[in-house]
């Protein structure tokens, strides 16, 4: 299943995708939840699929604004350097646990609403993720019984402003300026991805392919990141967990390719969609 936020005539809802049309959830499932994250709270995604059974859709994705497909996690994670020619265009040496770093909800914007690049710095770079949804929270979590906490996989571009991410050893501020990470289009089940480590994952600027690699390629898979992050702190429903870029971004190429007002940028990773969002210059909006 294939499950989305949005806006529509001014008013937040989330609902499942089917046919290039939303069947709206929004009011359907027991209780009514307010958002995605709070169904996957409730656990009412399998209520969902059977709402979803033999309807028809509502109206169209063209009919609203997409939003993140989780709107509101109270814990975005995210992963560095995890695939090794992403580590070793950086010059970093291996580690034996993963670097993690946080990201706020109000930085992110959904599939195709822009991207922002502000005025402090001219180094806007794209970095294509896979995203990672929990389902069942919980505190140390086994590797074994990760997968199973898992709510759904997304698209995620971790949009970094280079020079305010390296003022110090610490990420955070290169990480959090608003409008600059993307999450979306959609937040598909566990059930339609199958094995994700099959997965493919690519950027492309303007058309031009610009990171390729596959799931499979993570140095830290994600039975592993569930694992150790939830060994510092409680995992929750609807907490994104991003899990690292591969090689190729724009930074370490020579020259380097930054992202300015015009451009639009792609990350596609196969079943799970493809986020496109336009870069905009903060005076643009």
Known sequence: MKLMSFLRLGRPGFGAVVDHGIIDLTAMLPGQPRCLRTAI????LASAMDCVE???PEFSTADVTFLPPITDPSKILCVGLNYAKHQAETGRPD???PTIFTRFADSQVGHLQPMIKPDQ????DYEAELAVVI?????FISEDDA??????YACYNDGSIRDWQRHTSQFTPGKNF???GAFGPYLVTPDEVGDYRKLPIESRLNGEVMQKATLADLIFPIPRLLSYISEFTALSSGDVIVTG??????DRREPPVYMVPGDVIEVDIGIVGTLVNPIVSVANI
């Open 41 to 44: 709270a409730h656990g009412q």
């Open 54 to 56: 033999g309807r028809a």
């Open 95 to 97: 580690v034996d646990h």
């Open 121 to 124: 710095s001219v180094r806007f």
């Open 135 to 139: 389902g069942q929270g919980g505190r």
């Open 147 to 152: 997968l199973s906490h898992v709510a759904g």
């Open 178 to 180: 608003p409008g600059t």
């Open 245 to 250: 870029t591969p090689g190729g971004v724009g």
